[in-house]
Every structure is written in structure tokens, then in C-alpha cells.
Nanobody
Framework: QYQLVESGGGLVQPGGSLRLACTAS????????VGWFRQVPGKKREGVAF????????KYANAVRGRFTISRDNGEDTVYLQMNDLKVEDTAVYYC????????????????WGQGTQVTVSS
């Protein structure tokens, strides 16, 4: 059974940092593009960051570029999202997805999803 599990969420003050992890079980991430997405109640899921399976290509949403960094460890079947200088507006449930996307920040392009991890930025 293909499964993705996110971890690392929590409560942090504005300006703080968190590192999220997305770990695959039942399949290997080294042939899949992996994206991080976030969603708040009442809004659509939005793409945050993407990493290509092999060529190192990454892409970021404008709202997080320069603050978030996506990386992957194919040997551990894990993709990370380092989030620095967090803002209140970064509060959301963060999901990772795996697939072979053409539009890499579009959720509909992904085949497999995790259950999400809550990130709350508040003073």
C-alpha cells in the first residue's frame, strides 16, 4: 500500500522555524516528483514547493520563496520542507503529494497524498 506520512508540524512564534518531513512507505520516492501543499479551512489547497525526483529542480510559490527550502533524501524516501521566518499567514495544514506532475504546484497533478500536519504560527 502506497502511503505518505507527514511529520514535524506544531506551534511556533512569528519569525520562528520548523522542518516538516514527508516519508514514503510501500513505494520509493526516487522516481516521483514531490510537492508540499497547504490548506486552510474554506480555501483551496495551494502549492508551496516542489522537488524533481532526480535533476535537482525545485519550484516555490511566491509567498514562500526565500523563506522555505525543499530537499529530499532519496535513500530515506523522505522529502523535507525547511520553513524559516514563519508568518501568521503560513498557518495551515501542510500536505505532501507524490506524482508525475506537469504543473508542479497544482494539487490535481498528484497521485498520492499524506494525511497532513498542522502548522500554527502565533504569538
Amino acid at each position: 500500500q502506497y502511503q505518505l506520512v507527514e511529520s514535524g508540524g506544531g506551534l511556533v512564534q512569528p519569525g520562528g522555524s520548523l522542518r516538516l518531513a514527508c516519508t514514503a512507505s510501500g513505494f520509493s520516492l526516487d522516481v516521483y516528483g514531490v510537492g508540499w501543499f497547504r490548506q486552510v479551512p474554506g480555501k483551496k489547497r495551494e502549492g508551496v514547493a516542489f522537488t524533481h525526483p532526480s535533476d535537482g529542480t525545485t519550484k516555490y510559490a511566491n509567498a514562500v520563496r526565500g523563506r522555505f527550502t525543499i530537499s529530499r533524501d532519496n535513500g530515506e524516501d523522505t522529502v523535507y520542507l525547511q520553513m524559516n521566518d514563519l508568518k501568521v499567514e503560513d498557518t495551515a495544514v501542510y500536505y505532501c503529494g507524490a506524482g508525475h506532475p506537469s504543473l508542479v504546484l497544482l494539487p490535481a497533478e498528484y497521485d498520492y497524498w499524506g494525511q497532513g500536519t498542522q502548522v500554527t504560527v502565533s504569538s
